[in-house]
């Protein structure tokens, strides 16, 4: 358990990116040198200016599932909102639900398009088993959930609405393994105009799997009033003993190692620990030995959650409270659809 106070600070609403720039890559760079303290103002698309050949990027091709179904009761009309969180056999999910109160053990919920859902059962005060079915038509049930279900952006963008445009906004160009309920923000900013000038000057990349879960939408929970926190909840992963060698190798010659995201660093730090594949619970904070990481670019997150705390075990408190205050007093734009900071 954590026994810390976490940095936190006031981020007025307006400086809460409701939509990503365009081009991805025109976003705003924050430069941070850990070993001087010097901060650089600079665009994303500069990234290259900043990174050497042979430093290798690590990104996370997990890909957001548009799992925020909108439909109603059947039996009353009343309006039902459900997340997918988990696959829990062929046709039945963990779900969040909302108003999880009002749903009744073995009634039945409409989601257009014929998408039809029953309630299995409460699982706790937050979530709720369903299974689902269609309706007519030939589409399959995946085809169907992925036709009407919307993209999960957080509530502070645009109060949780998305439309047409977050299916491409809210996801990376490379993105491959479906199972997220939120995207691994840091890697939105990244085109294929800039990978090539990254491929350009010797920069490597290699990708692995983390799929991204509630933790972004959820602030740290206390346990008591002595400062402990709970762990984020678990998240499935996927990294190859390849690619660990790869880092460790690459470390011994003294290449730099750049997570692409907190969800990177994440899986990478759990695949070195021993956690190749399955379901992490790792959980860093300051005061935490990073095992492979030299560098990290991260968006500006959230007050009080955990990745703020994670970018703090590797920036320190004095910088980190420097750097988002250069951030604000600067005019850039936070959170998923926000400008990004590099570290190094």
């Avoid at 006031?10 to 303290?37: C, N, S």
């Avoid at 062929?90 to 108003?99: A, F, V, Y």
């Avoid at 589409?139 to 439309?163: F, N, T």
């Avoid at 703090?312 to 998923?336: C, I, K, P, Q, V």
């Amino acid at each position: 358990m954590l026994k810390t106070v976490p940095f936190s600070y006031e981020l007025p609403r307006a400086r809460i990116a409701q939509r990503p720039v365009h081009p991805y890559d025109a976003a705003k760079l924050l430069v941070i040198e850990r070993a001087t303290g010097v901060l650089h103002d600079a665009v994303f698309s500069e990234l290259p200016t900043y990174l050497h050949r042979g430093d290798l990027l690590l990104l996370n091709n997990t890909k957001v599932t548009p799992a925020r179904l909108c439909g109603a009761r059947k039996h009353t009309q009343g309006a039902v909102e459900l997340l997918l969180l988990e696959q829990q056999g062929e046709d039945t999910w963990l779900c969040l639900g909302k108003p999880l109160k009002k749903l009744k053990t073995g009634e039945g919920l409409s989601f257009g398009h014929g998408l039809c859902a029953h309630v299995n059962e409460r699982v706790d005060e937050q979530k709720v088993s369903v299974t689902f079915s269609v309706e007519g038509g030939d589409s399959s049930l995946h085809e169907r959930m992925l036709e009407v279900g919307m993209m999960p952006i957080p509530p502070y963008i645009r109060d949780g609405q998305a439309d047409e445009q977050d299916r491409e906004d809210y996801q990376t160009s490379f993105a491959a393994i479906e199972g997220s309920v939120a995207a691994p923000t840091a890697s939105l900013h990244f085109t294929p105009q800039l990978f090539e000038a990254l491929d350009g000057i010797g920069v490597e990349r290699e990708m692995l799997t983390l799929h991204v879960g509630t933790a972004s939408f959820l602030t740290l929970q206390r346990q008591d009033e002595d400062h402990e926190y709970e762990p984020p909840g678990k998240e499935r992963l996927s990294v190859s003993a390849a690619l660990c060698e790869k880092v460790k190798d690459y470390r011994a010659q003294g290449k730099r190692i750049i997570p692409v995201g907190t969800t990177s660093t994440r899986a990478l730090e759990s695949a070195l620990s021993g956690c190749l594949d399955g379901a992490t619970d790792l959980f860093i904070t300051p005061g935490y030995e990073f095992l492979g990481v030299d560098g990290l670019i991260t968006n500006f997150h959230q007050p009080g959650t955990t990745h703020l705390l994670l970018v703090e075990a590797l920036l320190g408190r004095e910088l980190l409270e420097r750097a988002y205050r250069h951030a604000l007093e600067n005019d850039y734009r936070f959170l998923s659809y926000g400008d990004a900071m590099l570290i190094l």
